[in-house]
């Protein structure tokens, strides 16, 4: 992890005032976001250092900010992405806790400098496991039974902050998604055909998304993680039941559909879900849900998943596309024939035919593949 020797004084005073001064630090291999982790080690002891500086990124959604201010503010207003603050991940993590979910404990935190310490979650991540031949069902029943509980639960309003003071749980609302897909046409479309987007395949895009969006019903909003698959999912041995899968990853946490996470897992951008566990796991979770509340609209939510799965494959399609383009992050691209491969899929169901009739006109099956790089 490179850092400014400013940034760097103010990271090793943190760790002296939380105690753990004199530690081993050992940096992890950083992701596609503009967090560094290093993970402290004194003896047998160890615990996970965040760093998220606060001018990394542009800003947050203010609560109660209108869609002109979002628009203002740009994409992470717009997406209600956390920004450039850690508050957000100490307190969905702090909530999670308190469901009796396995996410990590904020053990020191420095919120007005971007430094969190917190529980080492270990280096069993599940997509880890299942490379080196662990059997990925049983992890994915756990993975399901987490959310089957989470959703149980109507999201909050507001988060407390462990030390004081709270966030707003914003919805994940239609300009937040609309804002998302949109990076396929910003980003994508340009770098696979070498041309922009006519004004009017943007606004049929527009008005597709618009319409399709406008048939989500959400009753009852739970707790969206946003970014629920087997890179950010750990497999904690010495704990039972839903608590053996440790939580990573979540400060990006809106209030939303149901179905969200169980698609950003059982249709992961970084590896293979084979069709038939995808369904095997949903109808996991229809059926825990069933057993929970005898009121849960299996129809509705089924066509929440495809909506929801269509729209979040779409708008990764445009951020594989950004992190080559912008970021310098070309290995992203190796994914985006495995995202086309989901779309294709959940494009065809029968009430996503106005967007379906968008991309088979507009981007042709030649630019779905590996974009060059």
């Keep these: 992890m490179t850092q400014a020797p400013a940034r760097r004084s103010i990271m090793m005073a943190f760790i002296d005032q939380a105690g753990w001064g004199g530690a081993e630090l050992r940096p992890l291999a950083g992701d596609a976001s503009s967090r560094g982790y290093v993970r402290l080690v004194r003896g047998a002891h160890t615990a996970m250092l965040m760093d998220q500086p606060r ?95 989470l959703h149980s639960v109507r999201a909050p309003e507001v988060l407390p902050v462990p030390g004081g003071g709270d966030v707003a ?29 006519a004004n009017d395949a943007q606004l049929a895009f527009s008005d597709a998304w618009r319409s399709a969006l406008g048939q989500l019903e959400i009753s009852e909003p739970v707790v969206v993680l946003r970014d629920y698959h087997a890179e950010n999912l750990m497999w904690l041995e010495g704990r039972a039941g839903a608590s053996r899968a440790g939580l990573l990853d979540f400060q990006d946490a809106l209030a939303g559909s149901p179905a969200y996470d169980l698609i950003s897992l059982t249709e992961d951008a970084r590896r293979d879900v084979s069709a038939e566990l995808g369904d095997a796991m949903t109808d996991r979770y229809v059926e825990h849900r069933r057993s929970l509340n005898s009121q849960f609209d299996e129809e509705a939510f089924r066509f929440a998943a495809a909506l929801l799965a269509t729209q979040r494959n779409t708008k990764i ?57």
């Design 169 to 197: 749980l914003l919805p994940y609302d239609t300009l937040a998604m609309e804002s998302e897909v949109h990076l396929l046409t910003e980003w994508f479309y340009p770098a696979a055909t070498g041309r922009t987007l």
């Design 55 to 149: 001018g990394a990124e542009m800003a947050a959604c203010p609560p109660g900010a209108s869609e002109s201010d979002r628009r203002k503010l740009g994409y992470n207003a717009m997406a209600r992405l956390a920004g450039p603050d850690c508050r957000p991940f100490a307190a969905v993590s702090h909530f999670l806790r308190s469901q009796g979910l396995s996410a990590p404990d904020t053990i020191a935190h420095d919120y007005a400098n971007g430094f969190l310490l917190i529980e080492d979650l270990g280096d069993g991540r599940f997509a880890d496991l299942i490379m080196s031949g662990q059997n990925e069902r049983p992890l994915y029943e756990t993975a399901i039974d987490v959310l089957a509980g």
């Design 317 to 373: 399609v445009g951020i594989f596309a950004r992190l080559w383009k912008r970021d310098g992050k070309p290995r992203y691209t190796q994914f985006l024939p495995r995202m086309w491969g989901y779309l294709e899929r959940d494009l065809s169901h029968p009430a996503l035919g106005d967007l379906k009739g968008w991309f088979d006109k507009y981007i042709q099956r030649e630019y779905r593949g590996t974009l060059g790089n």
